[in-house]
């Protein structure tokens, strides 16, 4: 596979993903990455050449275990922690063009947050996917195959691919998008993570709002899911 970039912001994402593919090089899930074949630096464009790999067909119980041990492996990558008051900068945003009631639960969570820094608490963070749908991933001759990481985060808090891997469908393929079972869904799914890893002081659902909080404005259902949050989040 060949990308090329001609402005700075692509050039920019192609560069993120050729240092995140060199990274994975080293890492226990580099079976599962592309391999990094070249990048190319010319005067007008950027060129990033990757490995491909044909699809195959696989059982979708069999493509979800993958994906869950591969989210565990990935979260083992540059692993640390770091105080959530740290995060709470990320999570600031006007809320005057939003409805009143989203408007109203972004601001309780944002509290309820606040809570959690100021009793001195600390989050997860490793290395990110950040673009971590159904459609970045497919099956192989070699088993789980992940690709597009142009929006790889070197230190992002825990859990955010497992709920885009699980909210994605719900936001872009399913015409009758309930919040309250997309909410399930997703802290269900990052679930299994958060079993296979050490016990953590702070409940999925911080995790899960520090992740929709940044991306409430890109639509209505990312408001949706953050009333539906902070009903259950007590």
């Keep these: 596979i ?3 970039a001609q402005t700075s912001r692509a050039k920019a994402s192609l560069q993120n ?5 060199s990274r994975l090089a080293l890492a226990d899930i580099a079976c599962s990455v592309p391999k990094l074949l070249g990048l190319e630096d010319e005067a007008r464009h950027l060129t990033l050449v990757q490995e491909y790999r044909s699809r195959r067909s696989v059982s979708q119980w069999r493509m979800k275990d993958a994906v869950q041990v591969f989210l565990v ?7 640390s922690k770091r105080c959530i008051g ?12 939003l ?13 309820k947050l606040r809570a959690l820094a100021d009793n001195g608490l600390f ?5 990110s996917h950040g673009d971590f749908a159904p459609w970045n991933c497919s ?4 088993g789980l195959f992940v690709f597009d990481w142009e929006e790889s985060v070197a230190q992002a808090p825990a859990f955010g691919d497992a709920f885009y891997y699980a909210l994605a469908p719900w936001f872009h393929v399913r015409r009758n998008s309930n919040a309250e079972t997309a909410l ?7 679930g299994f993570l958060a079993s296979r890893l050490a016990p953590d002081d702070v409940a999925l659902e911080a995790y899960l709002a520090l992740w929709l909080l940044p991306r409430v404005s890109r639509g209505p259902f990312y408001g949706e899911l953050l009333l539906s949050l902070d009903r259950i989040w007590q």
Excluded at 123 to 127: A, E, F, G, M, S
Excluded at 139 to 142: A, E, F, K, P, Y
């Design 2 to 4: 060949l990308k090329v």
């Design 17 to 21: 993903e050729a240092n995140a593919l």
């Design 73 to 79: 492996k990935l979260a083992s990558i540059d692993s």
């Design 86 to 97: 740290d995060c709470l900068p990320l999570v600031e945003a006007d809320r005057g063009s």
């Design 99 to 111: 409805p009143a009631g989203v408007a109203a639960a972004m601001k309780s969570l944002q509290v």
């Design 123 to 127: 989050i997860r963070t490793h290395l």
């Design 139 to 142: 099956w192989s001759g070699q």
């Design 184 to 190: 399930s869904d997703a802290l269900h799914f990052a």
